[in-house]
């Protein structure tokens, strides 16, 4: 098992993304994907694309990100990429409406997004949870559910 114990640095370093290059040209960039959640742990057991385990085993100032190198040698490089969360998806009737549900996401510490209109919650589990927590401005017609995706 490969035991990773701190962030090299960014993809998007100069240096680190010169040889990144090189390496991905000879197929030994492996990643690690992990969702939202799983990037404010320290501890933790995942599996590369390649199929090779690795332990994350972080100090607690190391933060885990899209695009952290956790390893780089001259012949191989272990990438974290994030998974895109499934996006919860409200649609305020009017301004004031859109004021509240961004109040509200806010005091539930809820990530968000806007797309137009439409304000976007990035999900950490089952959508019924926000539903439910929504469910007074859906049901007195603040706001209503488009879709999820």
């Known amino acids: 098992m490969l035991k990773l114990l701190e962030v090299v640095g960014p993809v998007t370093d ?9 390496l991905e040209h000879h197929g030994q960039v492996e990643y690690i994907t992990l969702s939202e959640e799983d990037t404010q742990r320290r501890r933790l057991r995942v599996v590369t694309d390649a199929g090779n385990e690795c332990a994350l085993m972080l100090d607690r100032s190391a933060q885990l990100y899209d695009g ?15 998974q895109e969360p499934d996006w919860l998806r409200i649609q305020p009737r009017d301004t004031a409406a859109a004021l509240e549900i961004g109040y509200f996401s ?5 990530t968000v997004r806007f797309a137009g ?8 589990g089952e959508a019924a949870s926000y ?4 469910a007074p401005f859906l049901s007195d017609g603040r706001a209503r559910h488009v879709h999820s995706h």
């Open 14 to 22: 100069p240096v680190i993304a010169e040889k990144l290059h090189h």
């Open 68 to 82: 952290a190198v956790m390893l780089l040698t001259d012949d191989r490089a272990v990438v974290v990429r994030t």
């Open 106 to 110: 806010g005091n539930m510490h809820w």
């Open 117 to 124: 209109e439409v304000i976007e919650i990035a999900m950490q």
């Open 131 to 134: 539903l439910e927590r929504l």
